[in-house]
T-cell receptor, first 110, second 114 residues
């Protein structure tokens, strides 16, 4: 089976930098996704890591270490609109399905 | 480019009833996955359809069933509804189910069981 752990909640201030961690135990996976989900809305794709290392996309970066079973999402120059749930998901082999963590609710305050 | 659309947006049913939820995939996408998201939880995989065939299934009982049509739209059917079936049901589409293709989600159907 698979187990994915994320902090339940985090708070940060507008303009700051925040790192959301994700640890996992799995027998194998293709890659790791990060999704953003605002309340009452669909999850939207943020990033995908296959190889170890950092992937940067504007204000968002994601890091993966397969040997450590660890990933993080880094959000820079936080804006109020970044208040949302951030979901870490493993893309498993075989058929391509996503196994999600419970999500981290990020609250950005002025 | 048309995104993933789901209907209805909200639905209220009672225990024992049956429900059908619908999903139109993003144009060009031939793979549809269904997820159940309980309040405060991450989405849980129900099943996936690829070219009208079930391509994988999560840990859900047989009363959860589905279909995919030639235009790649899809239905999720749930029989003998239980209170625990109250959740947000998400549909996601992708191309060929390839590992590096992100799944694009619809806004979901909020199902409440009384």
């Amino acid at each position: 089976g698979q187990n994915i752990d994320q902090p339940t909640e985090m708070t940060a201030t507008e303009g700051a930098i925040v790192q959301i961690n994700c640890t996992y135990q799995t027998s194998g996976f293709n890659g790791l996704f990060w999704y953003q989900q605002h309340a009452g809305e669909a999850p939207t794709f943020l990033s995908y890591n296959v190889l170890d290392g950092l992937e940067e996309k504007g204000r968002f970066s994601s890091f993966l270490s397969r040997s450590k079973g660890y990933s993080y999402l880094l959000l820079k120059e936080l804006q109020m609109k970044d208040s949302a749930s951030y979901l870490c998901a493993l893309h498993t082999s075989g058929y391509s399905t996503l196994t999600f963590g419970k999500g981290t609710m990020l609250l950005v305050s002025p | 480019e048309t995104g993933v659309t789901q209907s209805p947006t909200h639905l209220i049913k009672t225990r024992g009833q049956q429900v059908t939820l619908r999903c139109s995939s993003q144009s060009g996408h031939n793979t549809v996955s269904w997820y159940q998201q309980a309040l405060g939880q991450g989405p849980q995989f129900i099943f996936q359809y690829y070219r009208e065939e079930e391509n994988g299934r999560g840990n859900f009982p047989p009363r959860f069933s589905g279909l995919q049509f030639p235009n790649y739209s899809s239905e999720l059917n749930v029989n003998a509804l239980e209170l625990d079936d109250s959740a947000l049901y998400l549909c996601a589409s992708s191309l060929d189910g390839a590992p590096n293709q992100p799944q694009h989600f619809g806004d979901g159907t909020r199902l409440s069981i009384l």
